[in-house]
T-cell receptor, first 116, second 117 residues
Framework: DAGVTQSPTHLIKTRGQQVTLRCSPK?????VSWYQQALGQGPQFIFQ???????QRGNFPDRFSGHQFPNYSSELNVNALLLGDSALYLC???????????????FGSGTQLSVL | AQKVTQAQTEISVVEKEDVTLDCVYE???????LFWYKQPPSGELVFLIR??????QNEISGRYSWNFQKSTSSFNFTITASQVVDSAVYFC??????????????FGQGTTLQVKP
């Protein structure tokens, strides 16, 4: 049973460029969340996708956008890259639960993005 | 506002010592979940435990134990008889239970644990 897989593992871009990161959730999961983890910091929530729609968004600018496909996989797009976007981008999957219950998240190993 | 504070940035112990990682949280909600995750050098966050705000029963699982105290808003994690393989960054996280149930996690800054042989 494959866990959460992310691609690519490493990426180097220059300022102003655009990047697309990909995530395949754990088998049976239908919800994908994206987190940004700067060096030495805890992960920060970017947004979550469920039923191909953005369900909640963290405090990130519109340069960060995403998409979820019918097979539940997801993409994170970042436009007009800034040096400060350099970070580990983590994808997490879960199974949408009932209200008053928070499913545990399963994380991938992340994509290390370096912006030069 | 939600906030998770892990005051210990780095902890270094010698193998077989017990070690406690501290976590203090802030939330306005009465219903919430708390988590501990471990992040080894590979980068993947590994789930360790989930606790909801209704359940203050402390738990022991093998060498791991957790102490949840709502009165002090703390959710501490103890490793008994530490091993070199326990070396990693440990994150405490909080999730409020909203109507959308998005499971958005608020993470602390992390505590780097180094266990020396």
């Amino acid at each position: 049973d494959a866990g959460v897989t992310q691609s690519p593992t490493h990426l180097i871009k220059t300022r102003g460029q655009q990047v697309t990161l990909r995530c395949s959730p754990k088998s049976g999961h239908d919800t994908v969340s994206w987190y940004q983890q700067a060096l030495g910091q805890g992960p920060q929530f970017i947004f979550q996708y469920y039923e191909e729609e953005e369900r909640q968004r963290g405090n990130f600018p519109d340069r960060f956008s995403g998409h979820q496909f019918p097979n539940y996989s997801s993409e994170l797009n970042v436009n007009a890259l800034l040096l400060g976007d350099s970070a580990l981008y983590l994808c997490a999957s879960s199974l949408a639960g009932q209200s008053l219950y928070v499913e545990k998240l399963f994380f991938g190993s992340g994509t290390q993005l370096s912006v030069l | 506002a939600q906030k998770v504070t892990q005051a210990q940035t780095e902890i270094s112990v010698v193998e077989k010592e017990d070690v406690t990682l501290d976590c203090v949280y802030e939330t306005r909600d009465t219903t919430y979940y708390l988590f501990w995750y471990k992040q080894p050098p590979s980068g993947e966050l590994v789930f360790l435990i989930r606790r909801n705000s209704f359940d203050e029963q402390n738990e022991i699982s093998g060498r791991y134990s957790w102490n949840f105290q709502k009165s002090t808003s703390s959710f501490n994690f103890t490793i008994t008889a530490s091993q070199v393989v326990d070396s990693a960054v440990y994150f405490c996280a909080l999730s409020e239970i909203g109507s959308s149930n998005t499971g958005k996690l608020i993470f602390g800054q992390g505590t780097t644990l180094q266990v020396k042989p």
